[in-house]
């Protein structure tokens, strides 16, 4: 077992990291209050319940976008800092700005002449994405929310995962939008979210003993943890002990990705992430972001005290 240097990340939080990331560290690591935590993610928030304000640091619009959205509910969910209120106001915007499909588009066009991702392109049309239809619909089942939203969602995204078995080949990282689009490894990422945590704990179970496997068969996982580029390992799907996808791989397999994780802390106390790094804003935003989410998975395996 390789241990990181807590300490050097704590330096490198505090000196780097966004507000919201310094109180999700206190809150997690510490003896931080859940308010503080919700008062960060509530500056995010827009008028129409949802968030944007490079929340989602790829995106640097103000106007409120899905993954912001997918943010917001995580970092509340990961900090126990749940705000009900905050959680209505999205659902609303989520429903008031569903595809004809239902779920959530992966971009929607109010990005317009603002700096993002290259990734982030509003799609004609306006399809569901499942990525982040299945990260939302994720956090909300786990938090045993109802809202309007979410059982067409969650539908949408059972028959997009129905699809998958017949579908081949990989994409970019872009939303699985047309059902007959191939999936890819965030797709699949967001797929086995879902599954995780989904009420339906029978079909989630028999779901994924078809569709677990993909990510092996159509090589969306990368199992030498040294690999470079924008690769995809197994901690990217099963993160935690008791993820469905740790039945995928061997104890040596997630062993040596945890102990490359653990290395992977840089010098100045921060991890790096592994894709492209476009602006230095969002460089860094996403460094510190990371960096308490690398200490997250590390002690949830047992690597921190």
């Not at 998958?164 to 007959?180: I, R, V």
């Not at 230095?280 to 998975?297: S, Y």
């Amino acid at each position: 077992m390789n241990a990181p240097d807590f300490d050097a990340a704590a330096v490198y939080i505090a000196a780097n990291a966004r507000v919201i990331d310094r109180r999700r560290f206190q809150r997690l690591f510490g003896v931080g209050a859940a308010e503080p935590v919700r008062d960060a993610v509530a500056a995010y928030r827009n008028d129409d319940g949802g968030f944007g304000h490079a929340l989602e640091p790829d995106c640097r619009a103000p106007g409120s976008q899905s993954l912001a959205v997918e943010m917001a509910l995580r970092i509340m969910d990961e900090a126990d800092a749940w705000d009900e209120a905050l959680v209505r106001g999205a659902c609303d915007w989520l429903a008031a700005v569903a595809p004809a499909e239902g779920g959530v588009a992966f971009v929607e066009p109010t990005l317009a002449d603002w700096p993002r991702a290259p990734w982030w392109i509003a799609e004609e049309g306006h399809p569901a994405s499942v990525i982040a239809t299945a990260l939302i619909a994720g956090t909300l089942h786990a938090r045993g929310v109802s809202h309007p939203w979410l059982d067409p969602a969650t539908e949408l995204v059972w028959t997009r995962i129905d699809a998958l078995c017949s579908h081949g080949g990989t994409s970019p990282k872009a939303p699985l939008a047309p059902p007959a689009a191939d999936p890819g490894p965030y797709d699949m990422r967001a797929v086995f979210s879902f599954l995780q945590r989904v009420p339906d704990r029978d079909r989630a179970r028999e779901v994924f003993g078809r569709v677990g496997s993909l990510i092996l068969d159509r090589k969306l996982v990368t199992l030498d943890p040294e690999a470079p580029g924008e690769v995809h390992f197994p901690l990217d799907f099963a993160p935690e002990p008791d993820s469905l996808a740790r039945e995928l791989f061997d104890e040596a397999t997630i062993k040596a990705h945890l102990d490359h994780l653990a290395h992977a802390q840089l010098e100045d106390g921060g991890w790096m992430f592994n894709w492209l790094a476009w602006s230095p804003a969002a460089e860094r935003e996403w460094r510190g972001f990371l960096t308490v989410d690398a200490l997250r998975i590390l002690r949830a395996n047992g690597y921190l005290a």
